[in-house]
């Protein structure tokens, strides 16, 4: 998948000589212990930036349109994981591939030509990420159909299902979507989709990471074995 949508930690190159020859001195057990409460020091940094819709840089979130404003990033947040563990390397990011496209879209922004046939094939959603019961009884007013499962035409499918195969992201698209569609006349088969830049996935600069490499490391050095 193009684009980042994990943060991923190797301590090689982000200690000083006297730093790294203490971590090397550890055993395989405790390299992979300061890793794992690195990281998820780092998914608490990030969840926090979603509670303030900041940016890494500090910059806030670009603005969204009507309610629930937080509810994408926040779901994202709290299903975010280390998904990658050893004594060197640390991922923290999505088990969910789905998940993991939605965060990428958020983290890196995007600007994408979807086609009607592109938008029809969804997969079931994540725990979480789900369409808000307010975009699906939109979805419903707006004339959203799916063909269903033993079904044999286009049929308006309930909330339920919408909250089930739908998720937040692409909720917000189709409702933009068939906007469009009722306001045009044209019939598109075909649309641009933008989303900007909400970067909230990481340590602030490399430095921070640095600095919380040493800071667990001292307390692994001073700590009982």
């Given at each position: 998948m193009a684009?980042?949508?994990?943060?991923?930690?190797?301590?090689?190159?982000?200690?000083?000589?006297?730093?790294q020859l203490a971590l090397l001195s550890l055993p395989p057990k405790l390299r992979r212990r300061l890793l794992n409460q690195v990281t998820k020091r780092v998914r608490t940094m990030?969840?926090?930036?979603?509670?303030?819709?900041?940016?890494?840089?500090?910059?806030?979130?670009?603005?969204?349109?009507?309610?629930?404003?937080?509810?994408?990033?926040?779901?994202?947040?709290?299903?975010?994981?280390?998904?990658?563990?050893?004594?060197?390397?640390?991922?923290?990011?999505?088990?969910?591939?789905?998940?993991?496209?939605?965060?990428?879209?958020?983290?890196?922004?995007?600007?994408?030509r979807r086609t009607a046939a592109q938008m029809r094939r969804w997969n079931k959603t994540a725990p979480g990420l789900a369409?808000?019961?307010?975009?699906?009884?939109?979805?419903?007013?707006?004339?959203f159909r799916v063909r269903q499962?033993?079904?044999?035409?286009?049929?308006?499918?309930?909330?339920?299902?919408?909250?089930?195969?739908?998720?937040?992201?692409?909720?917000?698209l189709l409702i933009r979507i068939l906007d469009d569609e009722r306001n045009e006349s044209s019939g598109a088969q075909s649309w641009e989709i933008t989303l900007p830049k909400r970067q909230f996935i990481g340590a602030n600069t490399q430095r921070d990471t640095s600095l919380l490499i040493n800071q667990v490391l001292q307390q692994i050095l001073t700590s009982p074995r």
């Open positions: 684009g980042r949508s994990t943060f991923e930690l190797d301590v090689r190159g982000q200690l000083g000589v006297r730093e990030s969840r926090k930036r979603v509670r303030d819709q900041q940016n890494l840089d500090g910059s806030p979130f670009a603005p969204r349109k009507g309610d629930g404003k937080k509810k994408m990033e926040a779901g994202l947040a709290k299903l975010m994981v280390v998904t990658r563990l050893s004594a060197d390397e640390a991922e923290l990011g999505w088990k969910n591939a789905l998940t993991r496209w939605v965060a990428t879209q958020q983290h890196n922004g995007v600007s994408e369409a808000t019961e307010k975009q699906a009884k939109r979805l419903r007013r707006l004339g499962a033993g079904k044999k035409t286009l049929s308006r499918p309930s909330v339920a299902w919408i909250q089930e195969h739908v998720n937040y992201a692409q909720a917000g």
